[in-house]
């Protein structure tokens, strides 16, 4: 079970971490599965904006480059995305993605 949690209501320009717990995952799946955060704007389909690795390498959509990062702790089965500059576009719901797993998403608001 994956359970996102941070989101809120910023301005734009603010910032935000957003977190995503998998909960009762053994380490060997954690770690070896491609860990993903998804936006899905306002009548959008979900979009992919970040995603970490098994090996280690990161991935970002354009819109969000130099503005969004995905880290881990491994011992924590959590996953993180921090995010500054935040825009009135990034407004949506976030969600945690691993394998096959997804959360019901945490919702983002930045006002203008």
């Known amino acids: 079970q994956l359970v996102e949690s941070g989101g809120g209501l910023v301005q734009a320009g603010g910032s935000l971490t957003l977190s995503c717990k998998a909960h009762?995952?053994?380490?060997?799946?954690?770690?070896?599965?491609?860990l993903a955060w998804y936006h899905q704007a306002p009548g959008r389909q979900r979009e992919r904006v970040a995603a970490l690795t098994p090996g280690g390498g990161t991935d970002y959509a354009d819109p969000v480059k130099g503005r969004f990062t995905i880290s881990k702790d491994n011992n924590r089965r959590t996953v993180y995305l921090q995010m500054n500059n935040l825009k009135p576009e990034d407004t949506g719901v976030y969600f945690c993605n691993i394998g096959m797993l997804w959360g019901q998403g945490t919702q983002v608001d930045v006002s203008s």
């Open positions: 009762r995952m053994i380490l060997s799946v954690f770690t070896g599965n491609a």
